[in-house]
């Protein structure tokens, strides 16, 4: 088995694999110390959470606090949406650096999993004649990995979808017209974590860690990040939040985000399987992204233990037909969050009547028990 890619997909797979007794090659062309400092996502849902725990990895992996509430801004107006308690697993705040950095060290450190770093030119052998093959090379010359099965784990860039034959895949997207300024700073989340709309576009205050958070500010599609100086954001920031106490503090990382959703269909193509970003983008608003690669990682796992141990295919043939409905469930979500998110406040891009729309959409949650329920399920992931 290889793997391509020792991202959060490619990681939890080897590790699940390799519990199970599964040997697997991972293939990553960055070097570790390049992947323990990759700041993402911030959320790992209660489905996850429920997931390590399934294969007796919680505790050696996960780090962070319960998510529980969230602060749904407007115009400066808080209401604090708690999540709806049912005693099962919460939601965590833990980062996707800290679960990469634990994955690394329960992988190749204690269970010295064969993870190969720095590897450059991977190419796929998937013909319907022959036995799999992935090809790399790296500082020691060319090799050839011989292999039941390949996974493609390489991001949205990555060689394994761009090696599936044109016409295979559907490609399924949807683009929302406008992007984020993403910035990890240097102050901590006091009090709730905020999603913030304003008559000035998008705002959001997400935790990173005990002293560190990560600011979403909406912006145009072709802003580049010339025209977010520090001070700006700061500004903008103040401005949003209508809280002029904020002081400005060290900005360490910013990028600009376009907002889409992608999925392409189907996940497989006869002996190579794609999951993770690899297979669809989540825009970021639902923070679904990293959950839905732990969702396929969590199916493709168990399917090919099968298909080692038992010589049963049957869960690798239905694989992308099991994990789609899934998925698909999980867009809808990140296009309601960021629809309602994003016209509740600035009324220039899609009008007022779909203003009005998305703050009843919020009153809602804040008003009906029903609503609550089913946003809460969804932000768990157990719908
Ligand atoms: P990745 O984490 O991208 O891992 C893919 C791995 O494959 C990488 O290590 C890469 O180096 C490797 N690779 C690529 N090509 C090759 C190749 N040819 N050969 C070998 N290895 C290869 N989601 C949120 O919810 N909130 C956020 O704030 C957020 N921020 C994000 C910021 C960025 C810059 C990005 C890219 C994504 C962000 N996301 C966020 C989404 C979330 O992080 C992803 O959904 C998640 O990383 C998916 O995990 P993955 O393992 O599929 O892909
Ligand atoms: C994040 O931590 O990046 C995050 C959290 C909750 C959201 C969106 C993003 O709804």
């Known amino acids: 088995m290889v793997i391509i890619g020792a991202g959060v997909a490619g990681l939890t797979l080897a590790t699940f694999l ?3 007794g599964v040997s697997c090659i991972v293939l990553e062309r960055r070097d570790r110390a390049t992947i323990e400092v990759r700041q993402r996502a911030g959320v790992v849902e209660a489905r996850g959470v429920q997931m390590f725990e399934r294969w007796g990895l919680a505790d050696k992996l996960l780090a962070g606090p319960v998510a529980h509430t969230i602060d749904y801004r407007i115009n400066g107006v808080g209401r604090i949406f708690g999540v709806v308690a049912d005693g099962g697993s919460q939601s965590r705040f833990c980062t996707q650096q800290m679960l990469v950095n634990n994955l690394l060290r329960e992988l190749v450190d204690v269970m010295s999993g064969d993870v190969r770093f720095n590897v450059a030119d991977v190419m796929i052998r998937n013909d319907l004649n022959g036995r799999p093959a992935v090809t790399y090379s790296d500082a020691r010359g060319e090799h050839e990995l011989a292999c039941g099965y390949i996974v493609g784990c390489d991001g949205n860039r990555g060689v394994s979808r ?4 044109d016409g295979v895949l559907t490609s399924y997207t949807h683009e929302f017209g406008y992007a984020w300024l993403a910035a990890l700073v240097e102050a901590p989340v006091v009090g709730h974590p905020i999603m913030g709309v304003s008559d000035r576009g998008f705002v ?12 979403y500010l909406q912006c145009a599609l072709n802003d580049g990040l010339a025209d977010w100086p520090d001070q700006r954001i700061w500004d903008e920031i103040r401005l949003r939040l209508r809280e002029q106490t904020i002081e400005n503090a ?15 269909v189907p996940m497989q193509y006869r002996n190579l399987f794609l ?11 639902g923070a679904k992204g990293m959950n839905l690669a732990l969702y396929d990682v969590d199916v493709l796992a168990q399917a090919l233990v099968r298909a080692v141990r038992d010589r049963d295919e049957t869960g690798l043939t239905n694989y992308s037909d099991t994990v789609l409905p899934h998925i698909w469930k999980y867009q809808e979500f990140s296009v309601w969050m ?30 009906s028990s029903t609503a609550a329920r089913l946003h809460t399920e969804l932000q768990r992931g157990l719908n």
């Open 275 to 285: 999951a993770g970003d690899a297979a669809h983008l989540a825009s970021p608003t």
């Open 162 to 165: 761009a090696s599936i034959p």
């Open 250 to 264: 060290a900005v360490h990382d910013k990028d600009v985000v376009p907002l889409r959703c992608v999925v392409h």
């Open 18 to 20: 390799r519990r199970s």
């Open 204 to 215: 959001a205050q997400l935790p990173r860690g005990p002293k560190m958070s990560r600011y």
């Open 338 to 367: 960021t629809d309602t998110m994003h016209d509740a406040g600035d009324p220039t891009q899609h009008g007022t009547f779909r203003q009005m729309i998305a703050r009843a959409r919020l009153d809602n949650l804040f008003e």
